[in-house]
């Protein structure tokens, strides 16, 4: 057997259908009187009616979270912050909303209760971003992990099936690295395995059935385990070549990790015999790259990165890019090899 180090890391999670009830009761547990609650503009109802829902703990509500973090957006929402005297920061939405707050956390140390309304897994993570002109910068601040996470699944009934599709392989994604990363431990690899397993069952399922509430629950289980493997290992090339995607070539976040993944975990194959191993029994499939590619291209999500937008002659600059800035990754980053990777994203071919 490896040797292992393991220190999981994970704030309180409540989870249920209707847990958002209990909302004032986690705000109590924290010992919190001054909650901003914070959502994207799409979400500013939801953000209105949870701040009814606490009264007077309540002292605001913030409404501008953006995709990335946009570093004027977390300004002005840091300076909302210390108008209300806020003492905690509810977030509720994506991973564009939580990143909002953890923004806010970085400077002011002050605890989330996060309540996710996606699959991102970003409420699981001590991972921070920030974009300034076009550059997003990252880091890690276990200031920033939430303290408290709801899981409600009746908040994610209204996410629609093509984004609920891509952002459960965007938590795939997480899960499939995590069983491969060099700092994967006994623990984190049974998460991943399972992440994987509710959401290869539950996202099929949602494409025919979004609105009920035991295969929504099923797909928020998933999220849960695989952003809790997010957050206790460390990611490789297919986490990498979003992040490029999405920083340089501006390509939407869920949806490039829904067409990237298939091709990393073929790249990536000839080097991790055993998390195939796992995936492929999670998956129920022997084939997890074409798996992961069929998952998406049955259920109405991209599969191609001609249809994000990539233009053809950005391929060459992006596989150049890719190999640039040398990362950890199972097999070696070799430019011509990224190439084909890319270039079979872009197509939309499925891998084999
Ligand atoms: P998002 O938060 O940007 O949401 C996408 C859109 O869906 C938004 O318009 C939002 O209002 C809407 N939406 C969200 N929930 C909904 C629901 N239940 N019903 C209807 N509409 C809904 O998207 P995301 O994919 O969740 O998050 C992406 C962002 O999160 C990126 O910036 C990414 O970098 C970040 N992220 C960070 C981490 C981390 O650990 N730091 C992890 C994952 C993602």
Redesign the pocket.
Known sequence: MKSFVCTLQSGRVVFGAGSLAQLPRELELLSAHHALVL?????ADLAGRVSKLLGARASGTFSG?????PVAVAREAREAAARLGADCLIAI???????LA?AIALDSGSPIIAV??????????????L?EAGE?R?GRDLR?LPRTVIYDPE??????VV?SV??GL??MA?AAEGLYARDANPLTALIAEEGLRALASALPSIHHAPRDIEVRSLALHGAWLC?MV??NAGMALHHKLC?LL?GSFNL???ET?AVILPHAIAYNAPSIPDALEQMARALGRSDPAAAFYDLARTHGAPYSLRALGLAEADIDRAAGLAVTNAYWNPRPLERDGIRTLLRNAWDGTRPH
């Open positions: 959502s994207t503009p799409g979400h979270a953006a995709m990335h973090v939405g994506g991973g564009s909303t939580t990143g953890k996710p309304t996606t699959y991102a897994g970003s409420e699981m993570t001590p991972i921070f971003g974009t997003k990252t920033v908040l994610t009934l209204t996410l629609p984004l891509t952002s965007n938590a997480h952003g997010l957050g992040h999405g939407p976040h869920s990790h």
